[in-house]
């Protein structure tokens, strides 16, 4: 069960929000996190979205040691997967992919057992977080690769032009949640398949076969002079006869040949969807949508996500939502949705664009507007598998760190010695064992709520 409401955007770092999430609380989580671009992107000023910016360019610096521990606690062979993406790319990539991996492992914790994430990349680092998103989700649990046309070709006559980004789709389990997605059919298709037309108002239909694919004794009869197919009819005779008499069945001149079904172009779903993504038109194109966001995606991209691997009602996240494209397209499908990021503007322009794009029949905004939450603190987990410290916590902590400070490392009595958060409390920390240090009076203080690197740092300088 969430323990976090509908409609709330929190703007805080995601990775101190979704550890105060409950666990298995969310059916589908999109991001379109920063790709490592070494960019520095902003809103134009004079945009709706103007003041919100970010940085995409990694160093060592950005990654804290505590990640590092979990990840080789949990995943050691993910770690070795970042070590050797560091090597092979640069030490850029390997800072970020810590930074990214830490919270994907934090996502497979919220996901339902029938949930879904798609994470959304560009080729600068997509086969590097496939190899992540494979470790922590499992292989087996990779579903698809969809590659969405963004934009048009440039005229970039040194090399192949670089239109698309990649958007990698992982189950959480075997037990998925899918809803099929079609698109319609292209012309050729209809006029290759579609051929005949009786001309009584049903419209054009194609001819399929009525033969069973595998032996069936029991349908095996004669219908209307011709005899039974080897293996036997697909149909009952009770349902042949109800085909019969809707004018579904067509029968040959000739009672050498079978009839065939008529499949009604205007009954059918349309074109399966498949991986390849040219139809939704990148969002400059979509004056309504444009917030001035700098990496903001269409609509139509989110909803075709969101109708496809949740139903009405669920919990969609998006732990990175910018200009909160996800959360409005999951409001205009009847979803419930959480949205998270660093930046204000996330807030601002969630308000403003339920204003304009979504209708809630008569009542387009007043009903709505009062309902979105806006938070900055860090949620606290109600879930039973929450994690909890041991009552005989600090015992067990003065043995493993053989009586010394984990700060100044002096030889300290029991008394002397003070429990402290590695990952402070206001940060997403958890109140758990493997979370919890013993430090001394000086360095509980000077540490504070801030990381064991500036404690580190303080140290030195007093040293």
Not at 63 to 79: C, G, M, N, S, Y
Not at 252 to 264: F, I, N, V
Not at 281 to 288: D, E, I, L, R, T
Request: glycine share 6%; charged share 25%; aromatic share 10%.
């Amino acid at each position: 069960m969430s323990n976090v409401a509908n409609r709330t955007i929190f703007i805080r770092d995601n990775l101190e929000v979704m550890r105060g999430i409950n666990s298995a609380s969310v059916d589908l989580i999109y991001l379109d996190p920063p790709f490592n671009s070494k960019r520095m992107f902003e809103a134009p000023i004079g945009s709706q979205a103007a003041g919100a910016s970010f940085k995409d360019a990694w160093t060592l610096d950005d990654v804290k040691e505590e990640w590092v521990t979990q990840i080789e606690d949990e995943h050691p062979a993910l770690a070795h997967i970042i070590t050797a993406a560091g090597k092979a790319h640069s030490e850029g990539m390997q800072a970020y992919l810590t930074w990214m991996t830490v919270r994907l492992m934090e996502m497979q914790r919220l996901l339902k057992p029938t949930g879904s994430i798609y994470l959304h990349c560009d080729p600068t680092a997509s086969h590097y977080l496939k190899a992540a998103m494979d470790a922590v989700f499992g292989a087996e649990n990779f579903r698809s690769e969809i590659t969405w046309k963004r934009t048009t070709t440039h005229s970039d006559t040194k090399n192949w032009a670089a239109v698309n980004d990649i958007i990698f789709y992982y189950a959480n389990s075997a037990t998925y949640l899918w809803n099929p997605q079609y698109g319609e059919y292209d012309q050729q298709y209809i006029s290759t398949k579609y051929r005949y037309d009786d001309n009584d108002g049903r419209g054009l239909y194609t001819l399929d076969n009525m033969t069973s694919p595998n032996p069936r004794p029991n349908m095996m009869y004669e219908w209307q002079g011709h005899a039974s197919p080897p293996k036997g009819w697909r149909y009952s005779q009770a349902t042949m006869a109800q085909l019969d008499s809707e004018g579904r069945i067509w029968y040959p001149d000739s009672k050498e040949r079978r009839p065939r079904l008529k499949r009604y172009l205007n009954e059918m779903p349309g074109r399966i969807q498949d991986t390849i993504w040219t139809d939704i038109a990148p969002v400059n194109s979509q004056a309504k949508e444009r917030t001035g966001y700098p990496t903001q995606k269409p609509l139509a991209l989110l909803e075709r996500i969101i109708k496809a691997s949740s139903n009405q009602g669920d919990m969609v996240l998006d732990p990175f939502c910018g200009c909160a494209t996800a959360c409005i397209a999951a409001e205009r499908l009847g979803r419930q949705w959480v949205g998270i990021d660093i930046s204000e503007k996330a807030y601002e322009l969630v308000i403003d664009r339920m204003r304009r794009e979504v209708s809630l029949g008569d009542e387009e905004l007043p009903a709505l507007f009062g309902t979105v939450t806006h938070r900055t603190d860090v949620p606290r987990r109600t879930d039973a598998d929450a994690p909890r410290r041991s009552p005989n916590i600090k015992d067990l902590l003065y043995g493993i760190q053989n009586g010394n400070c984990a700060g100044c490392e002096i030889a300290l009595p029991a008394r002397l010695l003070e429990l402290d958060h590695v990952i402070p409390r206001s940060k997403g920390g958890a109140d758990v064992d493997s979370n919890l240090q013993l430090l001394c009076g000086w360095c509980n203080r000077t540490k504070g709520a801030r990381s064991n690197e500036y404690l580190r740092e303080r140290l030195e300088q007093v040293a």
